[in-house]
């Protein structure tokens, strides 16, 4: 299975015509972690105007909770889930917490500030995509090892480790749909077969 979420944990604040909006996104994997984690925000920020918020949850994005936390309705938890959707993200809660700076910014200008906020606390920390990738051991010579390097980010297969003893075994990740075709190129850039064996798989997060 593969599904995208958020490199890592984090925020993102802005001031909009003398409110402040911190946007603050956290990787979660059940709807408890997502709430717990709302609720850790409000007793922080207990100053603050609002504290709105949405979450997604689920390989196939089965849960999806948003909040307007007093917002008028539709201003802030539903745009704000709306930015999740449209990145494709999922096993993630976002909270937007609004100090309000004075200024009325209206309907509209309310569902810009939480989205906004949102869509850059999301460029800020970067999106990865999580997908269940084969693992394979290659056993090569040094002479052969010396473009494999070059090799690996051509056919664009991860290198996760190297031994380096009598001959160099190194093992990569790549997707299972594409170890045949790795194979092959593999046998046509050394003329022959080269040994390979698996040894399983791993859930590996690439960088978007």
């Known amino acids: 299975m593969t599904y995208f979420t958020i490199a890592s944990d984090g925020s993102y604040e802005e001031e909009i015509k003398k409110s402040r909006f911190i946007c603050y996104l956290k990787r979660i994997t059940t709807e408890e972690e997502g709430r717990a984690f709302i609720a850790t925000l409000k007793k922080q920020h207990h100053k603050a105007s609002h504290a709105c918020s949405a979450m997604i949850i689920g390989e196939n994005a089965d849960i999806k909770r948003s909040s307007d936390d007093g917002e008028p309705s539709g201003t802030a938890g539903v745009p704000m889930l709306t930015v999740l959707e449209k990145q494709e993200l999922t096993n993630v809660v976002a909270v937007v917490v ?90 046509e850039l050394y003329h022959g077969p080269i040994p390979i064996t698996s040894v399983g798989k791993k859930e590996v997060e690439i960088p978007l």
């Open 98 to 187: 609004r100090y309000f700076g004075g200024i009325k910014l209206g309907a509209g200008g309310l569902i810009r500030a939480y989205s906004g906020s949102l869509a850059a606390g999301i460029l800020a920390l970067g999106r990865v995509m999580v997908t269940q990738q084969e693992l394979l051991e290659l056993s090569l010579s040094y002479s052969q090892y010396q473009n494999f390097e070059s090799f690996a980010q051509q056919e664009e297969v991860t290198i996760l480790d190297q031994t380096f003893s009598q001959d160099v075994q190194v093992t990569i990740s790549l997707s299972p749909e594409r170890e045949a075709d790795f194979k092959q190129a593999l046998t």
